[in-house]
Structure formats: structure tokens, C-alpha cells
């Protein structure tokens, strides 16, 4: 993205010379001797930064600055002021203002500020922009974020099974974002009630009780979720003799009341897991008959590193928005932190690459990762390699399904693999 420059004083020599700088320094400059010429620049598609003079024949730069805010409030603008205008400068400041330089400016200062408002104008334009081609009118567009092909499948599918109106399973990883997923069913199914969340594994056999179907003091979670949606979470984690109660009220589609009176369970319920329900059948852990009634739809979230194209607009999503809970302006990235997001394995899924976000964002995370000191070429070796074994194991080892989903010739193919030592039989047997 140009660094977009535009520099506004009324004084020539000094607008001449700024602007010389700037020009050597790489950026895009553009020159305006007043308000009015500054204004006809300034406009909502305006992408750059403006460097105004305080004092100016007519409207001066506290005028300008609140065009700007007008206009975009997120424009920087950085003041330029004589020496008995710093304190004027200071309000300007609290008034919005970027920062603010002391003529005369050094060059060296001239160039570090407009690099740092250019960097928040860049990081600004590109959240607009990632928000723009990721949000459309539906909740999955608004809400499950992501350029990859992995996560417009998801998309698709949660928005077929919204419009069934069918009990849903959601299997996933931990902090993948299955409570997510359920959610957007929600808001797709445009149920009027209340989306009522429960995460059965932080409850004892008691408490699931009394949490699903309530006591004479408090109305239960199918109670609550009338005619909106019931998600439980960790489903797997379910006392057995619960899983019997739950079993009766999915086939009956209604639930005794602490009074003893029944009413309809008019609600959609959705379970998520993040075990192998069918290895827990085997060790009887699980119903067998819950589990078939539950699996009528099934949706599995994708991990973060089957998606691994989403991390950096994720990551710049995330940290925009822990920089606005903290009340603190953009915050620039630099190269080689952003490069290493795509090296990290994430095994804690979305959850995991928001936190590392708002560590960021307080600056306690370098971005580093530990794999850095690989070099380039060993990280993106390895991502390669995690990618391909992804492929082969949901593609059960076969050479000629991965060879189209990685859209690759077969020699190709074969030739990462001897040269990442990957055995496409031992994803044969996995499931």
C-alpha cells in the first residue's frame, strides 16, 4: 500500500522542503497551501495522512482537523506547530489529532511520525477492507470470518442446516469455534427466543439436572431456550443417567416442568463436541441411541490449520479490536511478526490465535515464534508439510483426492512428499 502524504502549509519554502523530504523518504506526497485546496483532497475514498501547519491565513489546522473527523474520523493527522503553539498543539491532541511535530522538524522526526500515521491509516483501511469482503448481509458471513476454502464450506453448510430447522451435532477441535458455528445457525434460523448456552463438561451430575430442567426457583435451560435454540456444549461430558433423560425429551419434544406440568420443548437443540462420540459408544460412555438421535445433521468446524490462509486477516481483526477495548490507537506489525503467524501450528485453534492477539496488542508478544529461528525457507518447508499430511489424512491416504484438493500433478505431489519423508499409508487407517 503508497504511503499517501498530504501537506498543508501556507508558508512555500517550508511546504517545498517537507514535501522533499517526504519524496526522498518513499512517500507519496501531495501539497496544499490552505484549508480550501486542503479539503479537495480530503475525501471518503482519501487513504493517505495529512501534515498540516496550526496557524493559516483563514481556517486554520484545528479547522482541518475537524473536516477530517467529518469526513473519516479515523484519518491521522499530525500537526505541524511553532514554538509557542505546543500547548495548542497538546489540545489538538486531545481533540484527535495523530501527533503533532515542532518546527523546525528534523527530517528524521518528520519521516518516524509520518511512518507511524501511515502505518495506523494502513491497518485501518485494511480492517475496513478485510470486514467489507468478509461481511455480507447473512450471520455466517458476518460472524465466521475467513478468505480459505475450508471456511467457505463451513459457511455453506451452516447455512443449509439453519434452514432445516433439524437438530444439529458440531464436532471440533478445542477453540475452533463450534459455540460460534451454533450461533450462526441461531441467527439464520431467525428463531424469535433466546439462544441459551449450557457447557455440560463444568457441571456434576447434579447441576446438569438442575441447569436442563431447573427447580421451583429457576426456570431450566429448555425453559429458557423456548422458542429459540439450546446448545450444549462438551456434550460428550454428560453423566449417563442424564444422557437417559435428555434421550426421552429429544423424542418426545417435551419436558415435565418442576411442577410436574409438561410443556413443549419448542426449541431447536444444538450439541457439540470435541470427543469421538463413536469411541466413546465402544467404551460405553456414551448412548448409543442419544447418538444417533442427536447425529440427524452433523457439521464438523475445521481447525485453524486447515484454514491456515485466514490467520493474518484474523490476526488483524482480532488485535484492531483488543487495541479499541483498551482505548489505544492502531498498532503497526511489523514484516517479520506477521510472517510468523503463518508458522505457528496453533493447536489451540481461533481461541488461541486471539489471545496471542491481545498479548500483542498489550505488548506482551513479540510475535516471534519459536520455530524463527528456522529460517524462511525450514518454515515454510514445514508449513508445507502440515499442510499435505492435512490433506492426506482427510483424504484417508488416497494420492489422487489429495492431488486435486491441492490442485498439484501427481509427480509433484510425490516429490514433496519424499522430499518432507511423508508415507501416505499411515493416513490410511485413520478415519
Known amino acids: 500500500m503508497t504511503q499517501k502524504v498530504l501537506l498543508v502549509d501556507d508558508d512555500k519554502a517550508v511546504r517545498e522542503a517537507l514535501g522533499q523530504t517526504l519524496d526522498l523518504a518513499g512517500f507519496d506526497v501531495t501539497l496544499a497551501a490552505s484549508f480550501i485546496e486542503a479539503t479537495d483532497h480530503i475525501t471518503p475514498e482519501f487513504g493517505g495522512v495529512v501534515i498540516s501547519d496550526v496557524r493559516m491565513p483563514g481556517k486554520d489546522g484545528f479547522a482541518l482537523l475537524e473536516r477530517c473527523a467529518s469526513i473519516d474520523p479515523d484519518i491521522p493527522l499530525v500537526l505541524l506547530t511553532g514554538e509557542g503553539d505546543i500547548p495548542m498543539a497538546v489540545q489538538a491532541i486531545n481533540r484527535g489529532a495523530f501527533n503533532f511535530l515542532e518546527k523546525p522538524c528534523p527530517p528524521k ?40 476454502e475450508a471456511t467457505s464450506q463451513l459457511r455453506g453448510q451452516l447455512r443449509t ?49 438442575l441447569t436442563l430442567f431447573g427447580d421451583s426457583m429457576h426456570d431450566g435451560a429448555f425453559k429458557r431456550a423456548i422458542g429459540g435454540t439450546l446448545f450444549l456444549d462438551e456434550i460428550g461430558t454428560m453423566p449417563l443417567d442424564q444422557q437417559v433423560s435428555l434421550l426421552r425429551v429429544l423424542q418426545d419434544r417435551t419436558v415435565d416442568g418442576p411442577d410436574g406440568q409438561p410443556f413443549d420443548l419448542s426449541c431447536r437443540v444444538i450439541a457439540a463436541t470435541k470427543e469421538d462420540l463413536k469411541k466413546m459408544l465402544e467404551s460405553g460412555r456414551f448412548r448409543e441411541d442419544l447418538f444417533f438421535r442427536l447425529d440427524v445433521a452433523r457439521v464438523r468446524v475445521p481447525p485453524l490449520r486447515e484454514r491456515i490462509e485466514d490467520v493474518g486477516g484474523l490476526f488483524r481483526v482480532f488485535l484492531s479490536e483488543a487495541r479499541g477495548r483498551m482505548s489505544l490507537p ?13 508458522a505457528r501450528p496453533w493447536r489451540g485453534n481461533i481461541r488461541e490465535l486471539r489471545n496471542h492477539a491481545d498479548r500483542f496488542a498489550m505488548g506482551l508478544e513479540s510475535g516471534r515464534s519459536e520455530d524463527v529461528s528456522l529460517g524462511l525457507g525450514a518454515q515454510m518447508d514445514k508449513i508445507e508439510k502440515q499442510i499435505i499430511e492435512d490433506c492426506l489424512k482427510r483424504n484417508k491416504g488416497q494420492v489422487t483426492q489429495t492431488c486435486e484438493e491441492l490442485q498439484v500433478p501427481r509427480k509433484t505431489l510425490y516429490d514433496r512428499m519424499k522430499r518432507h519423508d511423508i508415507q501416505p499409508e499411515q493416513f490410511r487407517s485413520s478415519t
Not at 514484516?335 to 503463518?342: I, R
Open 109 to 148: 522526526r518528520l519521516i518516524e511520525v509520518a511512518g507511524k500515521a501511515c502505518a495506523a491509516r494502513k491497518m485501518v483501511t485494511e480492517n475496513r477492507e478485510f470486514r467489507k469482503t468478509m461481511t455480507r448481509e447473512d450471520a455466517a458471513a458476518r460472524l465466521i470470518l475467513g478468505r480459505s
Open 161 to 209: 442446516v439453519a434452514a432445516t430447522g433439524s437438530d444439529l451435532l458440531i464436532t471440533g477441535e478445542t477453540g475452533a469455534g463450534k459455540e460460534l458455528a451454533a450461533r450462526v445457525v441461531h441467527e439464520l434460523s431467525g428463531r424469535e427466543g433466546a439462544f441459551v448456552a449450557v457447557n455440560c463438561g463444568m457441571l456434576t451430575a447434579e447441576m446438569t439436572r
Open 330 to 342: 492502531p498498532m503497526e506489525v511489523d514484516d517479520q511478526s506477521f510472517s510468523d503467524l503463518f
